[in-house]
T-cell receptor
Framework: EPEVTQTPSHQVTQMGQEVILRCVPI?????FYWYRQILGQKVEFLVS????????KSEIFDDQFSVERPDGSNFTLKIRSTKLEDSAMYFC???????????????FGPGTRLTVL | GENVEQHPSTLSVQEGDSAVIKCTYS??????FPWYKQELGKRPQLIID?????GEKKDQRIAVTLNKTAKHFSLHITETQPEDSAVYFC??????????????FGTGTRLQVTL
């Protein structure tokens, strides 16, 4: 069964440094998402992406964040200058083609644990 | 925007008993309600979902009910087993054709099934 994959599984960085988190969505999916989960808390939406542009972003997704789909398979989240409060588990998700009146479930990757020191 | 409330935050049941987790949502435009199970350090896994044109859905020991008028939906697990122990999240989404649809999650319920 195809799965969403993410790399790295754990990233440790110094405050102020840039990080890039990578995701490979399920191959025939069209909609891509990033979520984050601070330890012990709920999963929070960051951004959604479709047709090579951002569909929606949350208040968390400020100018320090960006997303990109550089080729046909990868989907990346970049944090330009990390802050201590960016420490969290970051999940990528993807969902499939959407037809009128139907809704497709989102499949989550295993996550990247980001630790900002 | 959408706000999803989830109760209880923790739930302890004996093996074989039933467990019920409840969620409410605020946005009447929400039309898709998935439930995710998350084991410690793992990804959220979709276990069941329900769409707004259906009032109830069942999959073996798991069932979900939806009351659109009251904006409530619930997860029911019967004959609980130790492997059901995990954190369960409800979520809500309003899905429109041609757009990506974010999930708004509840705060989670830690279910502990004891022997």
């Amino acid at each position: 069964e195809p799965e969403v994959t993410q790399t790295p599984s754990h990233q440790v960085t110094q405050m102020g440094q840039e990080v890039i988190l990578r995701c490979v969505p399920i191959s025939n999916h069209l909609y891509f998402y990033w979520y984050r989960q601070i330890l012990g808390q709920k999963v929070e939406f960051l951004v959604s992406f479709y047709n090579n542009e951002i569909s929606e972003k949350s208040e968390i997704f400020d100018d320090q964040f960006s997303v990109e789909r550089p080729d046909g398979s990868n989907f990346t989240l970049k944090i330009r200058s990390t802050k201590l409060e960016d420490s969290a588990m970051y999940f990528c998700a993807s969902s499939g083609a959407k037809l009128a009146g139907t809704y497709n479930e989102q499949f989550f990757g295993p996550g990247t644990r980001l630790t900002v020191l | 925007g959408e706000n999803v409330e989830q109760h209880p935050s923790t739930l302890s049941v004996q093996e074989g008993d039933s467990a019920v987790i409840k969620c409410t949502y605020s946005d009447s435009a929400s039309n898709y309600f998935p439930w995710y199970k998350q084991e410690l350090g793992k990804r959220p896994q979709l276990i069941i979902d329900i769409r707004s044109n259906v009032g109830e859905k069942k999959d073996q020991r798991i069932a979900v009910t939806l009351n659109k008028t009251a904006k409530h939906f619930s997860l029911h697990i019967t004959e609980t087993q130790p492997e059901d122990s995990a954190v369960y999240f409800c979520a809500a989404s309003s899905s429109n054709t041609g757009t990506a649809s974010k999930l708004t999650f509840g705060t989670g319920t830690r279910l502990q099934v004891t022997l």
